[in-house]
């Protein structure tokens, strides 16, 4: 999701709702990367992930590797061969916010 460089020095934290597809499978951790102007990565693991809709909330200084948030350009999804805990099937992420 580009971000546009948003300015997100004010906001304590990312939110937002997850849940995995019960009958087509998914994996229980994934994680997210917020990007900057500066070419910083920072990233955050988000574990057992289930079949029902729960609210994420990431403080943002958990999000390693990130210094600035004056200048966002990116949010994204990865899914890491090495720790997927499916390799196929489905996530739906909703209601991404800052606060």
């Known amino acids: 999701m580009k971000l546009n460089n948003l300015d997100a020095s004010c906001y304590k934290t990312l939110s937002f709702y997850v849940k995995g597809d019960e009958e087509r499978g998914f994996t229980k951790i994934f994680k997210i990367?917020?990007?900057?102007?500066?070419?910083?990565?920072?990233?955050?693991y988000?574990?057992?992930?289930?079949?029902?809709?729960q609210e994420i909330v990431v403080p943002l200084n958990e999000f390693r590797g990130l210094s600035d948030l004056s200048s966002l350009r990116e949010f994204t999804i990865v899914f890491e061969d090495?720790?997927?805990t499916k390799k196929e099937g489905a996530i739906y992420i909703d209601d991404v916010y800052l606060k």
Not at 46 to 53: E, G, L, M, Q
């Open 33 to 44: 990367e917020l990007k900057n102007a500066k070419r910083e990565v920072g990233a955050f």
């Open 82 to 84: 090495r720790l997927a």
């Open 46 to 53: 988000v574990k057992n992930a289930s079949d029902k809709w």
